[in-house]
């Protein structure tokens, strides 16, 4: 399945319209991170770890 998003697709647009919290443009995402992992996420920072 090929990564698709953007700053413009419709999950950052709802996004940004309505405030929760959302992360786009994780290169290699779908790769990096499994299913069911925990993660943390530092938006200031640009960061993604695994969660201990």
């Given at each position: 399945?090929?990564?698709?998003?953007?700053?413009?697709?419709?999950?950052?647009?709802?996004?940004?319209?309505?405030g929760p919290?959302?992360?786009?443009?994780?290169?290699?995402?779908?790769?990096?991170?499994?299913?069911?992992?925990?993660?943390?996420?530092?938006?200031?920072?640009?960061?993604?770890?695994?969660?201990?």
């Amino acid at each position: 399945m090929p990564e698709v998003g953007g700053l413009m697709t419709h999950g950052s647009v709802i996004a940004r319209e309505h405030g929760p919290p959302a992360i786009v443009g994780v290169r290699g995402a779908t790769t990096r991170i499994r299913d069911g992992q925990q993660i943390r996420v530092h938006g200031t920072e640009a960061c993604i770890e695994p969660r201990s």
